[in-house]
């Protein structure tokens, strides 16, 4: 992988993070295409890298919200921004289980399975396809639904199953209001990228990995700028457009991604 390749996947994970089309799964998809023969590990290390950059930029875009959660934290009151909070802490747990227990495991899908991401955005494409069915009561995401949402975040860690078009749909599909749904989502993931970089500094996997640092870098740059720029606008495109658009696009890439598969 070279500057420009880094350049390239920086922004394809940018513009895809907050679309409900798997940006891992694209990632995959764009390496394949570039020729990149990164080992699982390298390669899972730089995907980590490039959503943390996007989640700083989810940061920056919900500065406001991450204060006013901060905020109702710090006051020690049962108010609204502490329920969220708590909410947020339950989403993760599945993950978390998932990430300790099947690390290895999830870092060989890593490496350019071409076949499997096609088949997981099928997957996706059906997800959000039977969410767009769904009918919207209004309703503010619960505890019990904050760990469903979290087991689909969970399953939403293989490459090709949209994290956010997995929660948005999870959540939709349990009655909640979209609106709150996609706020939800893009918020949830933030502590848990933050815990998995905490992870790998502490344990020392990030210092031990053959990876090129000027390429993670470049491609976090990349990431995080394109992060900003889309989930600006493409946050609202989510909120007021049919998920059905997204099932179609992740039902044709992921068909091709099949087709390329086989064509190989």
Avoid at 106 to 123: D, K, P, S, W, Y
Avoid at 172 to 178: H, I, M, S, W
Avoid at 232 to 249: D, E, P, Q, R
Wanted: glycine residues 8%.
């Amino acid at each position: 992988m070279d500057v420009l390749d880094a350049v390239i996947l920086g922004i394809i994970q940018g513009l895809t993070e907050f679309l409900p089309v798997s940006s891992s799964g694209h990632l995959e998809l764009g390496k394949a295409i570039l020729g990149d023969t990164s080992v699982p590990e390298e390669s899972l290390l730089f995907t980590v890298v490039l959503h943390f950059a996007t989640a700083l930029s989810t940061i920056v875009v919900f500065r406001k919200d991450i204060i006013e959660i901060i905020g109702g934290l710090l006051s020690f009151k049962w108010n609204e921004e502490t329920q969220f909070s708590l909410k947020i802490i339950v989403s993760m747990i599945p993950a978390v289980l998932v990430g300790l227990l099947f690390e290895e495991q999830l870092e060989a899908l890593f490496g350019g399975n071409i076949l499997f991401v096609g088949f997981m955005l099928l997957i996706t494409a059906l997800l959000l396809w039977l969410a767009d069915k769904a009918k919207n009561t209004g309703k503010k995401v619960s505890y019990s639904n904050a760990f469903v949402i979290g087991v689909s975040q969970a399953i939403a860690m293989l490459p090709g199953i949209s994290r956010s078009g997995a929660t948005i749909s999870t959540s939709v599909l349990l009655g909640n209001d979209k609106t709150k749904a996609a706020r939800f989502s893009f918020l949830m993931v933030v502590p848990l990228i933050f815990g998995k970089i905490a992870k790998d500094l502490l344990s020392g996997e990030l210092k031990e990995s053959n990876a090129d640092f000027t390429i993670l870098a470049v491609g976090f740059v990349a990431a995080f700028l394109a992060g900003l720029v889309a989930c600006t606008w493409m946050i609202a495109l989510v909120k007021k457009s049919k998920l059905s658009w997204f099932a179609v696009y992740c039902f044709v890439v992921g068909l091709a991604a099949i087709i390329f598969a086989y064509a190989q």
